[in-house]
């Protein structure tokens, strides 16, 4: 059974670098494609990025695109999304998830609905 865990979060000034790492238990996350997503107080998650399991090609939301980077740690077992010139507007909790195996598009659909397992999140703050 999936046991999902993220860790990294806290509170950085607006322009500073986070690293979230997303581990797992029970479970290899290698074979999976893993999302990262966010959702801010009074809106809707928001998928951010996403990891394939087949060759680890990569996939960012225009709203991060040239500031995130996700990665893939194999003998860790662990993804982490790099987050580098943070906004206010990052501001959120971050998850991270695993795609349901053998769904089309996963990579570049970032919908939540294609991802069984979730982590509880992290909390990431923007603020001066």
């Known amino acids: 059974q999936w046991q999902l865990v993220e860790s990294g979060g806290g509170l950085v000034q607006p322009g500073g670098s986070l690293r979230l790492s997303c581990t797992a238990s029970?479970?290899?996350?290698?074979?999976?494609?893993i999302g990262w997503f966010r959702q801010a107080p009074g809106k809707e998650r928001e998928g951010v990025s996403c990891?394939?399991?087949?060759?680890?090609?990569?996939y960012y939301a225009n709203s991060v695109k040239g500031r995130f980077i996700i990665s893939r740690d194999k003998a860790n077992n662990a993804v982490y999304l790099q987050m580098n010139s943070l906004k206010s507007e990052d501001t959120a909790r971050y998850f991270c998830?695993?795609?349901?195996?053998?769904?089309?598009?996963?990579?570049?659909?970032?919908?939540?609905?294609?991802?069984?397992?979730w982590g509880q999140g992290t909390q990431v703050t923007v603020s001066s």
């Open positions: 998830a695993v795609a349901r195996p053998g769904t089309w598009g996963v990579l570049f659909r970032l919908s939540s609905n294609d991802y069984d397992y």
């Open positions: 029970g479970s290899t996350l290698n074979d999976y494609a």
């Open positions: 990891i394939s399991g087949s060759d680890s090609s990569t």
